[in-house]
């Protein structure tokens, strides 16, 4: 699974829709202090499922909407969408046929969020599990939050073993048997 395009809408400082292909290879995400680096970071999390206010540096999940600024309105909602190219066919079932898969959350103030994979309105955890299994996902060791690695360094060494195995990729395994024995 490949990301290709991320694209933002009244989330946080990004009030007018703003469109960032990612390329194959590394991306650098470069620019001054406070001009949204962090900020496309999470918008990336929060597509994926983050559901901590924390992970996102807010109070609450409503702080995600972008809240005004320099005489621009607040908006009453944000929306985040994520393009995958799954040319690969390494998404999982029932994904797996799909050549290109369109994910995106919106949150409406108040409201909560509401998810969708290629247009079909679906859970968070479904959103989640799409990315459990390719070693990404919102709490990916492979995204690295500014003060992350001191946290890491303190970590209890439980909390150390379950950024081991999202690494590994077994994480989904624990997610999915969590939900077989709820049935
Ligand atoms: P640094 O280099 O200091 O790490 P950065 O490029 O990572 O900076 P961000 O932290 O992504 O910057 O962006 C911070 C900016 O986003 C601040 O100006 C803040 O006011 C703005 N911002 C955050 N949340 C919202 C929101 N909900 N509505 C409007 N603006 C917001
Ligand atoms: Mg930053």
């Not at 202090?33 to 807010?58: D, I, P, Y």
């Not at 029932?94 to 909560?112: M, N």
């Not at 968070?124 to 492979?142: C, E, I, K, M, Y």
């Amino acid at each position: 699974m490949q990301f290709q395009r991320l694209r933002l809408v009244g989330f946080k400082s990004f009030v007018d829709p703003t469109e960032l292909f990612i390329e194959p290879g590394l991306t650098g995400v470069v620019g001054p202090n406070g001009c949204g680096k962090s900020n496309v970071l999470e918008g990336l999390r929060w597509v994926m499922g983050a559901n901590s206010a924390k992970a996102m540096r807010g109070q609450g999940m409503d702080d995600v909407i972008f809240a005004g600024a320099s005489g621009r309105p607040p908006r009453s909602h944000a929306e985040v969408q994520l393009t995958i190219d799954n040319a690969a066919r390494r998404a999982p079932q029932p994904f797996t046929d799909a050549a290109v898969l369109e994910v995106s959350r919106r949150i409406d103030r108040g409201q909560g969020s509401t998810y969708r994979i290629n247009g079909k309105e679906v859970r968070a955890r479904d959103v989640q599990l799409l990315f459990a299994d390719a070693s990404t996902g919102a709490n990916s060791p492979a995204l690295v939050r500014q003060g992350q690695i001191s946290e890491l360094i303190a970590a209890k060494p439980q909390n150390r073993r379950r950024i081991l195995e999202e690494a590994g990729g077994v994480s989904g395994l624990h997610t999915r048997r969590h939900e077989a024995e709820l049935r």
